[in-house]
């Protein structure tokens, strides 16, 4: 069974109910031998007898011992010993003087089943028991007597060991079978839990665990972990509070920033100014992006992927050739369908070709291409990014160089946007030398 392996709590349990039931066994063993035992009474050992019963062989000229067993039966036997056998064939053996009390009995020895005389007085003469063994050749009936045994402990292991195997073992094999298959029924409920706990998204904050699905006993650790669910998700609410907030509130000097650089001369400090103020506004646009996606307020929506690439591409053209680039755009007319948020997918798009322009160097080409499998590049013949660094330039505030300009949440932007959108983003080198942006996006037929 699968539930019963080493470490679980099915396997724990059920052993720990073997050795509390072990312990119950020997106590009630203990408490029949304290109730019926006497340290005074007189009885055969029971082992010794089935030892002589062994010694005893069915043979061609009828029954044999073999004293070799019979000495290590009784090695201290006294003279009084005496043992008497008979077989259900008409063979018979005695040894010893057999009291005459059992004179009578030893003639129909043949049909008498397992018994066991015990007495205070004549031990020697009265205490007596009958062991039956079963052979190939058929059943030898022993009658054994002549050496008998006092003792209250003694009494106790021979209760505990004629007794105890007979109810220990089964009810032990019983318990890991049945206990763990109990126990793993009535924990049915903490796998469904420790399902939903595995299911929980951070966008779904006013979610918990089922309290009723679990044992009265675990309900406190599943109070608990819903209360610390509702803490993180109070957390990010405040978090995502103050970050909407914020980007409103940028919009505003944004827009006015935009409206006296407009009003600069013509030249590169104003094409400069323009470039950094584009990146600062789509860095607020796509912030409230997240906001929206987060709490399914964006407008999710079939979009011509292809149209949507011109369209960002026809907006941002002007900024990539002052910046002093070349500008390619390959785009295929037929429509390349995906769902989500236009205006977010438009930022992704443009913050790359924004970045493309920071980084590209001045010079070179910055290209963009969308292939009908939704697979969208921006690339630039800048320095590229180190293959080291391709994964940690997605994560926030990160910037390959300290000094740089930029405000290392654009990528991280863009790529929690696609996350969204089940689709992906990657930086790769391009073939002019320079870094090649993947957006891959599910495509509808």
Known sequence: MKFLKPGSLSFSLAWKICLIQVAMVIIALTGIALV??????????WKTSEQVADAIVLG????????????EAAPDRPATFWFAAADEQGHYLEHGTVPSVYRPLVQQLAHVEPTDVRTRSRGMDLAMRVWVSDRDEGRVHVMVGGLPQRGFWRQLLVIIGYLGGWITLPLMAITLVVAPWAIHRSLRGVNRVAAQAAAIEISERGRG???HAVPREIVPLVDAFNAAVRRIGESYDAQDRFLVGAAHELRMPIAILATRIGDLPPGTVRARLQRDLGRLSNIAEQLLDLQRLDHHRSQQQRIDLAALTREVAADVAPLVVDAGYEFEVDAPEAPVWVRGDPDALHRVISGLLQNAIA???GHGLVAVALQPGGVLSVSDEGDGVPEQARQSIFE???????????SGLGLYLAREIMLRHAGSIAVEEAAGGGARFVVTLPVER
């Open 36 to 45: 019926y035992g006497d340290r005074s009474t007189a009885y055969i050992d």
């Open 60 to 71: 061609n000229n009828g029954l044999q011992v073999d004293w070799t067993a019979i000495d």
């Open 209 to 211: 665990l089922d309290t």
């Open 359 to 361: 980084h590209g160097g």
């Open 396 to 406: 926030p505030f990160h910037r390959l160089r300290p000094s740089g300009s930029g």
